[in-house]
């Protein structure tokens, strides 16, 4: 016979839980994209990048000690701290102690796409559009001119 083994169980270890924002990563993103102003130096430089941004976040939520890390200048740099400072977390507690947190986030400046202008014209033969019909023309197809225009 064998001897019994004692299976202990495992005691599940916690690591330090960081705040959450509420919504998950999805709605941190359209936050961000929602409340972002793109400066207008960059647009005016067509500056596109990334700005990296180091902060800490309270035991209450509120995001504090925000700076910029890797930055682009042109008015990225505040634009991005301004919208970091805005965000607000779920509280955040470890091990029953409130904590601080230290959190880092990039923040894309993508220049806005362009829309095309588009310009369609057309045209048909001078007799028609005033409304004279003849028996001759009546036989004739009639004929349309379009111009199509994208900037």
Known sequence: MSPKKTHKKKKEKKFIELPRYPGGATAFKLF???????????LREQIEGKVY???KVNNLGKVIDAEVRKGLGYGCDEEALRVVKKLIYEKAKNRGIRV???????????LPKKKPSVNITYSTPKEQAEGKKTKEKASKPVVYHYTIRIN
């Open 53 to 55: 941004v180091k902060f």
């Open 100 to 110: 601080t947190a230290t959190m880092r986030t990039t923040i894309n400046f993508r």
């Open 32 to 42: 961000i994209r929602n409340n972002l102003d793109y400066p207008k130096e960059a």
